[in-house]
């Protein structure tokens, strides 16, 4: 996993997590990176200072992480488990069952599931109110 801090036409910056850089210049050049304020498609990297390690970091498995990424990545995992247990799973029907819940053709209640990045960019358009929460890496990576 990599990290990239970024920043769109707007300039509005923030930061992204790749599989690798590969990954990121397939994503960009797809316009598949929104940015999380304006939705905007158009993104960049910025520069980005070195990660130096520090005396509280952790190593686990082989991989450096300091405390603040750990914290982060337990949150992560903490609202995931949250939405779980109070939510109703739908799918990759996520994006029909929003629109119909948002419309009233379907019992308001809280779902998850799955959406491509045009279909939460849809939901939103049409006023949808949806949030994403990333995935948190594994204790492997």
């Known amino acids: 996993m990599i990290r990239y801090d970024l920043i769109c036409s707007n300039n509005h910056k923030f930061e992204s997590w790749f599989k690798d850089s590969k990954s990121f210049k397939e994503q960009a050049s797809s316009n598949d990176i929104l940015c999380p304020t304006c ?38 995992k903490s609202i995931r488990s949250k939405i779980k247990e109070n939510s109703e799973y739908v799918g990759k029907e996520f994006p029909d069952v929003a629109r119909k819940i948002h419309y009233d053709e379907e019992k308001s209640r809280s779902i998850y599931g799955e959406a491509s990045l045009e279909d939460v960019k849809d939901l939103r358009d049409e006023g949808i109110d949806i949030i994403q929460i990333p995935d948190a890496p594994d204790e492997k990576n």
């Open 39 to 76: 939705n905007d498609t158009h993104i960049n990297k910025t520069l980005m200072s070195p990660s130096i390690p520090k005396k509280g970091n952790i190593k686990k498995d082989g991989v450096l992480l300091n405390n603040k990424t750990q914290s982060i990545n337990d949150e992560i």
